[in-house]
């Protein structure tokens, strides 16, 4: 019997992407991640904690087409200003404005180049 306790060390994004070389380059140069590992049709990018992998899908519905329904992940950070101000200053599409919010969050939203979403938020 294995006495060690189960524990979850991690999770991965796995996002469709019309355009694989464009949406790399959007993750490194605009939010900041850095590519680990690519090969035909994929490309996996990390920052910290973040793991991205991004599969070129050329046909597939985009992510533009699902409005709402494209957020990918809420990703909790330290310094949530400074990470606000830094993508800022890269031009990225930020589609909720920093807040603070009744449930002692404060966060902020993006669109990437291809209509995914991502919510970042910082516990007040």
């Known amino acids: 019997m294995n006495n060690s306790a189960l524990e979850i060390i ?24 850095i590519s680990v590992w ?3 049709g994929w490309h996996f990018l990390k920052r910290d904690s973040i793991f ?3 599969g070129e899908c050329p046909d597939d519905r ?5 409005k709402n329904h ?7 950070v330290e310094g949530i200003d400074q990470l606000h101000d830094e993508y800022l200053k ?3 599409d930020i589609i909720y ?7 002692e969050q404060r966060e902020f939203g993006i669109q990437t180049v291809d209509g995914h ?3 970042f938020g910082q516990k007040i």
């Open 90 to 92: 890269a031009g990225v």
């Open 117 to 119: 979403r991502i919510m």
């Open 52 to 54: 991205v992998m991004l």
């Open 38 to 40: 690519h090969g035909e």
């Open 10 to 33: 991690g999770s991965r994004y796995v996002l469709a992407v019309k355009d694989l070389p464009v949406s790399a380059k959007y993750y490194e140069e605009k939010l900041g991640l």
């Open 97 to 103: 404005p920093l807040k603070n919010k009744p449930w």
């Open 62 to 66: 985009s992510a533009f087409e699902t």
């Open 70 to 76: 494209s957020y990918f992940a809420y990703i909790e």
